[in-house]
């Protein structure tokens, strides 16, 4: 279960991004994603957000399994004072 405080990079949402590379199809998006943590636009503890997986079986599994990195800013979206 996930918990509700625990959030993505920007505190917007705590799902996982499951992309389904199928015969290397996102291949340049994945690259692309790990040149932002390398660069520092992405901090290192946010790169388990997006999850590569290569069968239908791996998706579910990656989307049941999927524990959300505490989000850095930690935004309460929704909850006007």
Do not use: C
């Not at 997006?50 to 579910?60: C, L, P």
């Amino acid at each position: 279960m996930v918990d509700e405080g625990e959030q993505s990079q920007i505190g917007m949402h705590n799902k996982p991004i499951v992309v389904f590379n199928v015969e290397g199809f996102f291949d340049a998006f994945l690259g692309m994603v790990e040149g932002f943590v390398e660069q520092g636009f992405v901090e290192e503890g946010m790169r388990g957000i997006v999850k590569e997986v290569k069968t239908a079986e791996e998706v579910v599994k990656a989307i049941e399994e999927y524990t959300p990195p505490e989000g850095r800013m930690k935004l309460e979206w929704g909850q006007e004072k």
